[in-house]
Structures are given as structure tokens and as C-alpha cells.
């Protein structure tokens, strides 16, 4: 069974800063990763996709990475916003079934 | 990108009835769509998957009898929570692959459900 797990759990960064969310995931044999965005009471928004062939994707201030054989990916947020303030969640794909992460929740103070 | 549109976005019930979830895709057919559930401060969870034209496969401890799951037509699946309690107080959510041809595209979510029973 696929497990995720995200570190740190919560973080909280001065504006401007730039943020580290990891993620790791058991089983590499995945067909992709993604990231996404949560704000309380809310759905999901998704940021970025990343193919098991790929190493990384960039999207603005967003990029990612993914490492599947050490079972890793990073996101990267440069210039922390305090709208960038969120949950944000990463969930591998086995075959459309996503296991996501427990997610790290983001504070960027002004 | 594709579009699922999932109604209602908040509910609140009493205790004992039950409560329809749907979840639409608007642009494309979707013959295959899944359920997810998120209880607070916790991650989701694949709750089933939702087949059109067959019988939803449930996942290990979720129960078929009191979530029902009717994937209606190639653009909708209902999810039937059952004689609800409390404890089934949680945020349901939906997603649609637009190519279920297997892994490896976007998966697109609805708007999510926030179900409360009181």
C-alpha cells in the first residue's frame, strides 16, 4: 500500500521568503505526482503535475521536483506571499487512485 | 483544463436521513470517477471508485450498504450517504480522469462537500 508523507507538517515564513515543502512516498512505481493547493473549507486547486519520466516542473514562482527512485519530490515557492498562506498537498498516482499526504500547512506573515 | 462540478458545496442534516452528493464532469465524459473523504486535520482518502455502468468498488473499511455510489451516465456519479450519524461528519470530494486509459494525466476535482449531521 502507498504511503505519503509530508514534511514539515506546519510552517510559518516572513514575506519574501522562499519555502521547502517535502514530500516521500513508498512505492515508486507511480504514474505521477501532484501538487496541490488547499484552502480551509475548501477544494482542491491543483499547481503542478509531474510525469514519472520527468524531474521537474515550473509554473511562476512554483517549481517541482521528483526524485521516483529515492521515492522523494520537492516543492519550491520563491518570494513567499501572504496569499501563497495554505495547505498545500502532494498525492502520487497509482493508476488514478491518488494517495495524498497529511499536507503542510503554510503561514506566510506580512 | 476539465471541469467537475460537485453539488452541494455544504449540507447539514439530522441524524438518521440521507444525503445525495453529486459530482458532474461538465466538459468531458468520465467513465470512471472517484471518491474521497478528508476528516479534519487529516489527509484524503480514497473512499471508492465509481464506475459507469457497473458497480462501484469500494475500498477496505468503507461501508457499500451505507455509502452508495450510482455513476448514472458518462457525466454523473452519486454518492448516498445512508442513515447518517455524526461520525460521518466530514468533507467528501470527487475527481474525473478526462482519459481513463490509465495513469498519467491530471486528475480534476469538484468544488468538494462539506457534510454535517447533527
Known amino acids: 500500500k502507498q504511503e505519503v508523507t509530508q514534511i514539515p507538517a506546519a510552517l510559518s515564513v516572513p514575506e519574501g521568503e522562499n519555502l521547502v515543502l517535502n514530500c516521500s512516498f513508498t512505492d515508486s512505481a507511480i504514474y505521477n505526482l501532484q501538487w496541490f493547493r488547499q484552502d480551509p473549507g475548501k477544494g482542491l486547486t491543483s499547481l503542478l503535475l509531474?510525469?514519472?519520466?520527468?524531474r521537474e516542473q515550473t509554473s511562476g514562482r512554483l517549481n517541482a521536483s521528483l526524485d521516483k527512485s529515492s521515492g522523494r519530490s520537492t516543492l519550491y515557492i520563491a518570494a513567499s506571499q501572504p496569499g501563497d498562506s495554505a495547505t498545500y498537498l502532494c498525492a502520487v498516482d497509482n493508476d488514478y487512485k491518488l494517495s495524498f499526504g497529511a499536507g503542510t500547512t503554510v503561514t506566510v506573515r506580512a | 483544463g476539465a471541469v467537475v462540478s460537485q453539488h452541494p458545496s455544504r449540507v447539514i442534516c439530522k441524524s438518521g436521513t440521507s444525503v445525495k452528493i453529486e459530482c458532474r464532469s461538465l466538459d468531458f465524459q468520465a467513465t470512471t470517477m472517484f471518491w474521497y473523504r478528508q476528516f479534519p486535520k487529516q489527509s484524503l482518502m480514497l473512499m471508492a471508485t465509481?464506475?459507469?455502468?457497473?458497480?462501484?468498488?469500494?475500498e477496505q473499511g468503507v461501508e457499500k450498504d451505507k455509502f452508495l455510489i450510482n455513476h448514472a451516465s458518462l457525466t454523473l456519479s452519486t454518492l448516498t450517504v445512508t442513515s447518517a450519524h455524526p461520525e460521518d461528519s466530514s468533507f467528501y470530494i470527487c475527481?474525473?480522469?478526462?482519459?481513463?486509459?490509465?495513469?498519467?494525466?491530471?486528475?480534476?476535482f469538484g468544488q468538494g462537500t462539506r457534510l454535517t449531521v447533527v
Open positions: 475527481s474525473a480522469p478526462p482519459n481513463p486509459t490509465g495513469g498519467g494525466t491530471e486528475a480534476f
Open positions: 465509481s464506475n459507469e455502468g457497473s458497480k462501484a468498488t469500494y
Open positions: 509531474i510525469q514519472s519520466s520527468q
